[in-house]
């Protein structure tokens, strides 16, 4: 009797190991119906949640750098002395009087000025920032086992702007010695404005590649659980290209071109006054690739063996950096920019699946 009862029981508990074995849906064996790899496609939506982080400027003016000021207007030299310094009587008083009609000082009479600031310098409050943007997304998945899986995350590179933060100023300040000394120096001292970054909608766009993988554990049981949740942690790389600045931005740079290049030729005056050089300054942007560790959780819902919803949200902590170069052939390059921009996005996956 004891021997019947074991011989059931151990039937019943058997039964279950049984079923598995026959059916092909819960098999993990290839060749038995367990799928071991699905596709799915759906939106994408993607957070940047970084904030702007502050350009520094390099340009070809060495810091302390002498240069010849040339010919400038004697109102231009009264707008840019320094307040609270102290300026000979004389020389003020001839300075006055060409102002009044509107005479300029000639380069015979201007003399040169030692430069400061403008060699490199930082600007608080600007910056770069990604724009949310919504593409299709396609992801690839790999299961080893019923729990872990491959996945591969893509999609429809998405054309991404990149909004601006603040305005960018040049600290100028430099020591004057017109007319030769004979009447004393002059402190000049300014903030030259260069760009307004959020005046022109946004101050740039580029092309976003932003492949990753990720090693997944599934929660559940094919063939159990409809609903089974995941977690997944993994890389990401980005890559961008067909990056492109505001026109008016543009503007803005090749002016600021010109500016530094006319210093380099002798004509320091002309760079306060926003008068052209001799240069055809060339604005180039570009952006360094990067790799990001990115971590998901998320879930599937079976319709049956073969199709499937699915949604998760991902963070990916991004960062590059931004490069904005102001070059001319005969001076080379003027100007030099960087920026890091913090993207750290969340990326937010909707779609449908279908296993094979």
């Not at 019943?12 to 074995?21: K, V």
């Not at 098999?27 to 957070?47: P, T």
């Not at 001839?94 to 009044?100: E, H, Q, V, Y």
């Not at 049956?304 to 102001?326: C, M, P, Q, R």
Request: net charge negative.
């Amino acid at each position: 009797m004891k021997k019947t009862l074991l011989c059931v029981a151990t039937s019943i508990a058997a039964l279950p190991m049984l079923t598995h074995a026959d059916s092909p849906y819960f098999s993990l064996h290839d060749g038995d119906g367990f799928k071991r790899f699905s596709v799915s496609v759906g939106a994408l939506h993607v957070m940047p949640q970084g904030k702007a982080q502050p350009f520094r400027v390099n340009t070809s003016v060495k810091e302390s750098e002498t240069a010849k000021v040339g010919d400038i207007k004697a109102q231009t030299v009264l707008d840019n002395i320094k307040p609270g310094s102290s300026v000979n009587p004389l020389l003020k008083a001839t300075l006055d009087g060409l102002a009044l009609i509107n005479a300029d000082v000639p380069s015979a009479l201007s003399g040169t000025a030692e430069i400061r600031g403008l060699s490199q310098w930082d600007n608080p409050g600007t910056g770069l920032e990604a724009d949310d943007v919504t593409t299709l997304g396609i992801m690839t998945n790999y299961f080893f086992t019923d729990n872990i899986s491959f996945e591969m995350k893509a999609g429809i590179p998405p054309k991404v702007d990149l909004q601006g933060k603040g305005k960018i100023y040049a600290p100028f300040s430099a020591t004057a010695t017109p007319m030769g000394g004979a009447l004393g120096n002059l402190e000049l001292e300014n903030d030259i404005f260069i760009t307004d970054l959020e005046a022109y909608g946004p101050a740039a766009s580029a092309r976003a590649w932003t492949p990753a993988f990720e090693f997944q554990y599934h929660f559940g049981k094919i063939g159990v659980n409809k609903f089974r949740p995941y977690v997944g942690v993994g890389m990401m790389y980005a890559y961008f290209n067909e990056l492109e600045i505001n026109p008016q931005t543009e503007k803005d740079l090749i002016a600021a071109g010109h500016m530094i290049a006319n210093i380099k030729e002798g004509n320091a005056g002309a760079s306060l006054e926003g008068k052209k050089s001799s240069a055809n300054p060339k604005v180039k942007l570009e952006a360094t690739d990067a790799f990001a560790p990115i971590a998901t959780v998320g879930f599937t819902y079976d319709f049956n063996d073969k199709w499937f919803a699915v949604g998760s949200v991902s963070y990916a902590h991004l960062k590059n950096e931004t490069t904005i170069t102001v070059k001319d052939a005969t001076h080379g390059e003027l100007i030099k920019s960087t920026a890091d921009i913090e993207i750290n996005p969340i990326l937010a996956y909707a779609g449908v699946g279908y296993r094979f």
